[in-house]
Protein backbone atom coordinates (compact mmCIF):
# COMPACT_ATOMS: atom_id res chain seq x y z
CA UNK A 1 0.00 0.00 0.00
CA UNK A 2 0.91 3.52 -0.57
CA UNK A 3 -0.81 6.65 0.09
CA UNK A 4 -0.08 10.12 -1.61
CA UNK A 5 -0.64 13.64 -0.70
CA UNK A 6 -0.43 16.22 -2.66
CA UNK A 7 -0.26 20.06 -1.78
CA UNK A 8 0.51 23.47 -3.29
CA UNK A 9 -2.31 23.97 -5.86
CA UNK A 10 -3.48 27.53 -5.81
CA UNK A 11 -4.87 29.98 -8.37
CA UNK A 12 -2.82 32.41 -10.32
CA UNK A 13 -1.99 34.46 -13.28
CA UNK A 14 -1.12 33.55 -16.41
CA UNK A 15 3.03 34.39 -16.64
CA UNK A 16 3.24 33.29 -12.40
CA UNK A 17 4.67 30.23 -11.31
CA UNK A 18 3.26 27.47 -8.55
CA UNK A 19 5.30 24.37 -6.98
CA UNK A 20 3.29 21.19 -5.76
CA UNK A 21 4.36 18.62 -3.42
CA UNK A 22 3.61 14.87 -3.31
CA UNK A 23 4.53 13.03 -0.23
CA UNK A 24 4.80 9.57 -0.25
CA UNK A 25 4.35 6.47 2.53
CA UNK A 26 3.47 2.95 3.06
CA UNK A 27 5.31 0.64 0.55
CA UNK A 28 7.75 3.45 -0.60
CA UNK A 29 10.83 1.48 -1.00
CA UNK A 30 9.52 -0.39 -3.93
CA UNK A 31 8.76 2.68 -5.96
CA UNK A 32 10.57 3.38 -8.95
CA UNK A 33 8.75 6.17 -11.16
CA UNK A 34 6.59 8.74 -9.51
CA UNK A 35 4.83 11.79 -11.71
CA UNK A 36 2.21 13.87 -12.06
CA UNK A 37 -1.10 13.82 -14.17
CA UNK A 38 -3.63 16.48 -14.71
CA UNK A 39 -7.45 16.28 -15.73
CA UNK A 40 -9.21 19.23 -17.44
CA UNK A 41 -12.46 19.76 -17.19
CA UNK A 42 -14.29 17.70 -20.35
CA UNK A 43 -10.66 16.21 -20.82
CA UNK A 44 -9.07 12.78 -20.15
CA UNK A 45 -6.54 12.74 -17.39
CA UNK A 46 -2.82 13.29 -19.01
CA UNK A 47 0.43 12.50 -18.54
CA UNK A 48 2.39 15.94 -17.39
CA UNK A 49 5.77 14.53 -16.28
CA UNK A 50 7.56 11.55 -14.54
CA UNK A 51 11.24 10.75 -12.84
CA UNK A 52 12.72 7.60 -11.82
CA UNK A 53 14.45 6.89 -8.76
CA UNK A 54 17.51 7.87 -9.92
CA UNK A 55 16.28 11.30 -12.13
CA UNK A 56 15.51 10.76 -15.18
CA UNK A 57 12.70 12.67 -16.29
CA UNK A 58 10.13 12.65 -19.00
CA UNK A 59 8.21 15.39 -19.94
CA UNK A 60 4.99 15.76 -22.27
CA UNK A 61 5.78 18.40 -25.03
CA UNK A 62 3.20 20.88 -23.88
CA UNK A 63 4.86 21.36 -20.58
CA UNK A 64 8.78 21.12 -21.36
CA UNK A 65 10.83 24.21 -20.78
CA UNK A 66 7.93 25.83 -18.80
CA UNK A 67 8.40 22.50 -15.64
CA UNK A 68 10.14 20.62 -14.39
CA UNK A 69 9.59 17.72 -11.99
CA UNK A 70 12.15 16.30 -8.89
CA UNK A 71 12.41 13.86 -6.10
CA UNK A 72 14.08 14.02 -2.85
CA UNK A 73 13.88 10.78 -2.20
CA UNK A 74 15.07 10.63 1.78
CA UNK A 75 11.69 12.61 2.03
CA UNK A 76 10.05 10.32 -0.58
CA UNK A 77 8.69 13.50 -2.21
CA UNK A 78 8.01 14.59 -5.76
CA UNK A 79 7.75 17.98 -6.55
CA UNK A 80 6.55 20.02 -9.69
CA UNK A 81 7.50 23.09 -10.40
CA UNK A 82 5.61 25.24 -13.02
CA UNK A 83 6.84 28.44 -14.40
CA UNK A 84 5.18 30.74 -17.03
CA UNK A 85 1.91 29.13 -16.84
CA UNK A 86 -0.95 29.15 -19.05
CA UNK A 87 -4.66 29.35 -18.57
CA UNK A 88 -3.94 25.98 -21.03
CA UNK A 89 -2.76 24.68 -17.52
CA UNK A 90 -5.54 24.86 -15.84
CA UNK A 91 -6.83 21.31 -14.05
CA UNK A 92 -6.57 19.30 -11.21
CA UNK A 93 -3.10 17.90 -10.98
CA UNK A 94 -2.71 14.22 -9.44
CA UNK A 95 0.50 12.57 -7.97
CA UNK A 96 0.81 9.08 -9.59
CA UNK A 97 2.97 6.08 -8.49
CA UNK A 98 2.66 1.95 -9.48
CA UNK A 99 3.80 -0.48 -7.38
CA UNK A 100 1.79 -3.59 -8.42
CA UNK A 101 -0.99 -1.40 -8.47
CA UNK A 102 -1.35 2.51 -9.48
CA UNK A 103 -1.91 5.20 -6.61
CA UNK A 104 -3.07 7.95 -7.24
CA UNK A 105 -3.23 11.26 -4.78
CA UNK A 106 -6.08 13.19 -3.78
CA UNK A 107 -5.78 15.78 -6.26
CA UNK A 108 -5.11 19.31 -6.37
CA UNK A 109 -6.84 21.98 -8.18
CA UNK A 110 -4.45 24.56 -10.23
CA UNK A 111 -6.35 27.66 -11.68
CA UNK A 112 -4.46 29.82 -13.97
CA UNK A 113 -6.21 33.54 -14.74
CA UNK A 114 -5.59 35.20 -18.57
Known amino acids: QVQLVESGGGLVQAGGSLRLSCAAS????????MGWYRQAPGKQRELVATITSGGTTNYADSVKGRFTISRDNAKNTVYLQMNSLEPEDTAVYYCHTRVGFNYWGQGTQVTVSS
Open 26 to 33: GTIFRIIV
